[in-house]
């Protein structure tokens, strides 16, 4: 049994290329090839914990992530977020590793499925990249962006200027031209590819502000209170995309807007099938689509195999 | 945080009194003081995985349990069960403790929960333990059994000769008298005590064979196909407790009588009400009393946090 910390498990994945790993997770779920039990949740008093678990059938393990967000821990200095990935044999039930990266993987794999989903559904030309959230996830978005998108011009939004001005400074350093608001609507108004990724609990992104040719996705609300969009957006929308049908029914974005009556499901496709080809991303420069990214347990499979088998090669 | 294996945990334990610890654990979650969300599953060609997690409300920790079986393991002469037990801070969410006891505290926690059913509803006079099963918790109920029961004579049923011959050499060191039988009934015919502890998806043990003044504690059937004792023993019992009501309406006996009718759900009471008082036990010596045991996660949580606690003192 290896334990592998997070250091470790940085430098496993500096060669190894998540994107096509994550997409092939997706595209497996997606034809009914993995199995991905209901997420696991526990809500504390200060913090909120989730197990997703699964596996993908005739591979070689399944993998329990545990993932925690504690939003007092900015207070005590403590990151906010947490949690370890558990690497086992489908054959025996061993445990095979001990993933200790702290939620990283969760961040990674998240932000490899914003850009999996960019190189489906985002037009062919990006003017200019919208991020809504400073924080750990609107920065790991932007850098994946990277590897499928060529723009460099981005307006962020954030809560506070200061909040801003350190998102900045980090992000300008991989190249990008960073300006920044405090109106949300704006990165919406005047961006082609838009990224939410926060934890708010109100719409922060309104109808009033869609504009043709504009893609969204919506990562940051994966529990029934969060929500980021305006269900008029996906009302709205030309193809609305969910990387899980099922887990989408009941937390996300598109949860919300079932629950308002703004959609039906019919509208609703999943990634795993653009991903295969089995459904069409987006046809147009003019259409309006959003994806609504609640995070499956596909995802950690890949990316715990992936550190996992490269460290057997080390 | 701690790595502790299975030889410490196993050292740690040796000074630690159990049996009040995990009743304060089935009590709490009787009380409603406990967080305890439906067990999660995985089922696998080879095996089944469950992860079993929760708190106890203004405790200092939460803990989330992964236990296997893979019966095929025998074959490849690797232990079938197998697992770890994961401890957290409710306050922050950081990782404290990794319990790497290979499925061992979960024998241990379900061996004590026979023991603490044993103390609130065996009869005053045990003449003769009955045993239905000849694996590892048949070893280990019949070891916690001498913590509060005070009778060496055991009938134990198991599949063949061979089993039952190691079973006899493995607990008479422990000072008990062995007998054996290959016929399952035999054992409730004779014995006043009796505890079944059999992965059978077949009732073993059936109503003919039920006599006044027994106690019969169910604990192999935890999953719904698996069931040990013929529903109409239950719809016969004087009284029917459940560690958990609501696991018991899904999974175990009672599941099975609840499904075939042969039983109301009002019938039964939970285990911890009776360790708090707040319902009876066993009120008379010729009741016939039935405790379906399907495993509640507060007796993990409490099992890995007195390990946890015990470390920090040495």
């Known amino acids: 049994m290896k334990t592998i910390e997070l250091p470790q498990i940085k430098r496993l994945l500096a060669s190894v290329d998540l994107i096509p790993i994550i997409a092939e997770g997706f595209a497996a779920y997606s034809a009914g090839k993995a199995v991905i039990p209901p997420v696991g949740?526990?809500?504390?008093?200060?913090?909120?914990?989730?197990?997703?678990?699964?596996?993908?059938?005739?591979?070689?393990?399944?993998?329990?992530?545990?993932?925690?967000?504690?939003?007092?821990?900015?207070?005590?200095?403590?990151?906010?977020?947490?949690?370890?990935?558990?690497?086992?044999?489908?054959?025996?039930?061993?445990?095979?590793?001990?993933?200790?990266?702290?939620?990283?993987?969760?961040?990674?794999?998240?932000?490899?499925?914003?850009?999996?989903?960019?190189?489906?559904?985002?037009?062919?030309?990006?003017?200019?990249?919208?991020?809504?959230?400073?924080?750990?996830?609107?920065r790991a978005q932007l850098i994946y962006l990277k590897t499928v998108v060529d723009c460099k011009q981005v307006l962020v939004w954030g809560q506070n200027e200061s909040e801003l001005a350190k998102y900045r400074a980090d992000v300008e350093k991989e190249g990008f031209r960073i300006e920044t608001t405090?109106?949300?609507?704006?990165?919406?108004?005047?961006?082609?590819?838009?990224?939410?990724?926060?934890?708010?609990?109100q719409p922060l992104l309104h109808v009033e502000s869609l504009h043709p040719g504009v893609h969204i996705t919506a990562m940051g609300s994966d529990t029934p209170p969060k929500q980021e969009l305006d269900s008029a957006i996906l009302a709205r929308a030309d193809l609305i995309v969910a990387d899980s049908i099922s887990q989408c029914r009941s937390r996300g974005e598109i949860f919300k807007a079932l629950s308002s009556g703004q959609i039906t499901e019919d509208r609703v496709v999943e990634l795993g099938r653009i991903i295969s080809r089995e459904a069409p991303g987006r046809t147009s420069d003019s259409q309006i689509t959003v994806a609504d990214l609640t995070g499956v347990a596909t995802q950690d499979v890949q990316i715990a195999t992936a550190v996992y088998r490269k460290s057997l090669e080390t």
Chains 1, 2 share one sequence.
């Open 41 to 138: 949740e526990l809500l504390l008093e200060q913090g909120e914990v989730h197990i997703k678990y699964g596996f993908i059938k005739n591979d070689e393990f399944y993998v329990i992530k545990i993932a925690s967000g504690f939003f007092n821990n900015l207070k005590l200095g403590l990151p906010t977020s947490n949690g370890l990935m558990l690497l086992f044999s489908q054959r025996t039930g061993e445990l095979l590793g001990i993933l200790l990266d702290q939620g990283y993987l969760t961040s990674i794999r998240t932000a490899v499925a914003g850009a999996i989903v960019a190189k489906h559904l985002a037009p062919r030309k990006v003017e200019r990249i919208g991020i809504v959230g400073a924080g750990t996830q609107a």
């Open 182 to 201: 405090l109106k949300a609507d704006q990165v919406l108004e005047s961006c082609n590819l838009v990224v939410t990724a926060t934890p708010s609990t």
